[in-house]
């Protein structure tokens, strides 16, 4: 049975990661040996892995999705770091509220929280 499911971004600067998902999306560093660094919380999460040929509305499909619990401030947060936002703030039909934004390596990220 699988138990979870990690994803790996390749960069040769592993310090960018530290403000998108440490000081803005709140994640803890949990791993460093200097060639990987990993980060996470400590929260209990289903195991997913999604597989799709559209991100929903035709929007390109991202790399990762994270669920925040508030995307508005996420979103104001990203914006005035100035990281580029792909996809607007926008209510989904399927309950959700999201937006697109490249992380420090050209990822895009589906930042969403549920409706």
Same mark, same amino acid.
């Given at each position: 049975? #699988?138990?979870? *499911?990690?994803? @790996? ?19 803890? *560093? ?14 209990? =999460? ?5 597989? =799709?040929?559209?991100?929903? @509305?035709?929007?390109? #499909? ?5 669920? #925040? ?16 936002? *792909?996809?607007?703030?926008? @209510? ?16 895009? *990220? ?6």
């Amino acid at each position: 049975m #699988v138990k979870r *499911i990690v994803a @790996n971004i390749k960069t040769d600067d592993l310090s960018k990661a530290d403000h998108f998902y440490r000081d803005i999306l709140g994640l803890e *560093i949990l791993m460093d040996h200097g060639w990987i660094k990993t980060f996470g919380n400590q929260e209990d =999460a289903k195991v997913q892995v999604s597989f =799709a040929n559209q991100g929903g @509305n035709d929007t390109e #499909v991202p790399h990762l999705s994270i669920e #925040v619990d508030n995307a508005d401030e996420v979103y104001e947060k990203m914006q005035e770091a100035g990281f580029e936002i *792909i996809y607007a703030m926008t @209510n989904e039909d399927w309950g959700v509220r999201r937006f697109f934004v490249k992380d420090p390596f050209g990822q895009l *990220i589906n930042i969403l929280s549920h409706q």
